[in-house]
């Protein structure tokens, strides 16, 4: 959820209006980018460079076609 409230944050910061009531009725637990028939390699060097100081990765920025 720390990547929810992040996101969310950001996103009222922009003056992007998100209702908490909405709010109530998302959750984290999606799994259609889980991988559960193979391996997942990754370069783990590379994804810790991406980090900021608090060890988050940056949100990703806004596609024109979401807006």
């Not at 720390?2 to 950001?10: P, R, V």
């Not at 209702?19 to 370069?43: K, M, Q």
């Not at 060890?55 to 076609?65: F, Y």
């Amino acid at each position: 959820m720390e990547y929810y409230c992040l996101a969310i944050a950001q996103m009222r910061a922009e003056g992007r209006a998100v209702d908490d009531e909405l709010l109530a009725h998302i959750s984290p637990a999606h799994s259609e980018n889980v991988n559960f028939f193979g391996t997942i390699n990754v370069e783990v060097d590379t994804e810790l460079a991406k980090l900021d100081p608090a060890g988050h990765r940056p949100p990703q920025p806004r596609r024109p076609d979401r807006a």
